[in-house]
């Protein structure tokens, strides 16, 4: 019997150890990180709010995180830096308002983490996210045309409508809904290019 | 000396095995057969992934369908679904035998099956509605989690229950690591979710226990599963005892402290404080002694037997398993290094990897427990040799096409990456009939998969005919002669 104890007792101790040294203590290490306010006032990183928390949420939901990363390595590791994904490499504080995270793990496509400096064209995305292949042809991307109203040929397109470049189906407009509306506005917000200075040590 | 008091003998070993396995017949093959429709389900999810990756049009449109959902769906079915019932199985009746006693709670057990297949469509349709965690490998919304978590519990006690009450007087290397498995799960599950979906947590501290979470659930519940039906059949099929017990001991405990620090290789070059990679790097660094040892006891074993895996469909699957337990396991270690990560980390290797081991490794070992224990538990032998054999080769095949498309597509895309001259869409395109492969892998995989659900199926259902000696894999035993032999007993000829 105390041998099982022992046995059960070790397997506990295996478990305990490792999600104390792995997730707790780095935890508590980063209970000191607090958001800089910068010289304008406002503060780096903002919270979510409104679009851009809603525009979070349809990106999880969509499963973006499975194609595409937010996450910049080092200078000298990787080419993430010198192909423009970001001026210097991602540090904990970048990530005190993400929740859940999401980092990702697979690049089938570019990173995210700086996209709204890189691509800060509203009409871009729309038409990206309505058909990958019209801005990026061979693109492996999925479409969401479902956020998107089509305006077709002979309807009267609104003042907010994005002209689609080439015609498809006689489609000549687009008309981002709430949704496609929030996640463009999700995307333009990812910027980590603010100096943090423990990102140059 | 003094005679060792001899302990009870409740009844003889043989007819004690028969009672076991009578009274753990309904819920072990509630498990298996579950386990099995969602191995079936998951390869569909699989399949319709890997489609979309190479013909994005393909079920287009369907905001349901989109790569994000379908990908979530096909892990979660594959490690909760096939691997979750597979192993509860594999440990609720191993178990059982080890421990020479009934299978307790068998009603709480079967309900508890029922729960949890029933937590597991409800967990899939909430991924397929958008109401995904977000945490990759923890996608069920949070409301589904308690239907998997409770009949877990309920196994943990059987689990508990048995090996307390147990019969035999020593115990074998595989009840350590099913008593590991059933200590580790619960916590993994519950402490992944509280500091992830329930934020105890912050930031980049979640990453952390979503990889440590995501690495572990591989780590400390499928492959422990995988090494403890490994030390059971190889010995029992070949009939000799395991090579070194020492090297158990050294084995397990080895793999137990480290594997359990190597899950931060999944952040490696990501925002964290480097010492939290480190430890991950040294952990799965460390990962060589116990896969040595364990592979160095399996494979001694099997030295001077192999002429048996002709014969046996059991040992044939158990022998391929461990046999790319070390293998995988070696690749695994060697991928952690900082400059291999430089290259494969974000690439479709690391998914070569993955499916090398889970389909390589851990399901081969599932199969084997299945190809041994049904006919035991049903009384009735395999039906058909030929559907084993479609199952073994289709199983291997697609397996290798798989693995080796993946490995060689991700290191080529990852050394382009790592050239900033060469642009993103080469890169894309470069990978595409990589893809490819990959889905003529995938339907291979799912060929072998409906061969063994057929088999299945027969040997659980009643049926006039059945074979009266093991179906062993050089036999001529196929479907035709099967109808053939039950219209003559039904005209009244042999039975
Ligand atoms: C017909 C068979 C299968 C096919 C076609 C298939 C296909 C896929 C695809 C397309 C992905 C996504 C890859 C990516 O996002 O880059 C994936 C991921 C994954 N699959 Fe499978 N799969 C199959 C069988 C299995 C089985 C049987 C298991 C486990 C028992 C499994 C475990 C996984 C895991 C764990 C991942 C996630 C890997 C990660 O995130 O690192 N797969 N699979």
Known sequence: MSRTFILAFGIFLTIASSITGLVIIPNWQFQALKPVVKLDGTRYPEVYFGDQARGREIYIDQGCIYCHTQQVRMKGYGADIRRGWGTRRSVPRDYLMDRPHQLGTQRMGPDLASIGARQPSVDWHAIHLYNPQLTSPGSIMPRFEYFFREVRSGEAAPADAIKVPQQSNGVTHIVPTDRGRALIAYLKRLNQSFPLPEANQ | ?495
């Open chain 2, 1 to 495: 000396m003094i005679a060792q008091p001899i302990p009870p003998v409740v009844i003889p070993e043989v007819e004690a095995r028969i009672e076991v396995d009578g009274s753990s017949r309904p819920v072990i093959v509630l498990y298996w057969g579950t386990s099995l429709i969602w191995l079936t389900i998951a390869s569909i999810a699989g399949l319709i992934s890997s489609i979309k990756l190479h013909s994005p049009e393909f079920l287009g449109g369907m905001e349901w369908l989109t790569f994000g959902r379908i990908r979530a769906v096909h892990w979660d079915t594959a490690i909760y679904g096939f691997g979750g019932l597979a192993a509860s199985g594999t440990l609720l009746w191993l178990q059982a035998r080890l421990c020479q006693v009934r299978l307790p709670y068998r009603n709480l057990l079967l309900v508890g099956g029922v729960v949890f297949n029933i937590g597991l469509v409800l967990g899939t349709a909430g991924v397929l509605m958008g109401q995904s965690t977000g945490v990759e490998t923890l996608e069920f919304p949070l409301w589904a989690m308690p239907l998997l978590v409770v009949p877990y519990v309920f196994i943990v006690i059987a689990n508990f229950t048995m090996y307390f009450k147990k019969v035999t007087k020593h115990t074998y290397v595989s009840q350590w690591y099913l008593m590991a498995v059933t200590v580790w799960f619960p916590i993994l599950v519950l402490s992944a979710e509280a500091c992830t979906n329930l934020g105890a947590v912050d930031g980049v501290a979640q990453a952390i226990a979503n990889w440590w979470y995501g690495h572990n659930v591989v780590g400390l519940f499928a492959t422990p599963t995988g090494i403890a039906a490994a030390y059971y059949l190889i010995p029992k099929v070949i009939g000799k005892p395991i090579h070194s017990y020492h090297l158990s001991l050294l084995g397990f405990w080895s793999n137990a402290i480290f594997y359990n620090w190597a899950g931060t290789h999944h952040l490696t070059g990501g925002p964290l404080p480097a010492w939290t990679i480190t430890l991950g790097v040294v952990g799965s660094l460390m990962m060589f002694i116990p896969v040595i040892t364990i592979g160095i006891n399996h494979h001694m074993t099997m030295l001077g037997s192999f002429h048996l895996l002709k014969t046996s469909p059991t040992l044939r699957f158990a022998v391929m398993g461990s046999m790319i337990y070390t293998l995988s396991s070696f690749q695994g270690s060697l991928e952690a290094l900082r400059s291999h990560q430089e290259v494969t980390h974000f690439t479709h290797y690391t998914i070569g990897h993955v499916h090398f081991g889970m389909y390589g490794f851990f399901a081969p070992l599932m199969f084997a427990m299945m190809y041994y224990g049904m006919p035991r538990l049903m009384d009735q032998e395999w039906s058909s040799a030929r559907l084993i054999r479609i199952h073994f080769w289709c199983t291997v095949v697609g397996m290798l096409i798989y693995v080796t498309a993946m490995c060689y597509a991700g290191i080529r895309q990852g050394l382009m990456m790592n050239d900033p001259s060469i642009p993103f869409l080469n890169i894309v395109r470069f990978t595409i009939p990589y893809l490819a492969l990959r889905t003529l892998g995938g339907l291979i995989l799912l060929t072998g998969t409906i061969a063994f659900l057929i088999n299945f199926v027969r040997i659980i259902t009643p049926h006039k005919y059945t074979w009266k000696t093991p179906t062993m894999l050089d036999t001529e035993r196929d479907w035709k002669k099967l109808v053939e032999l039950e219209k003559q007993s039904e005209n009244g000829g042999t039975k």
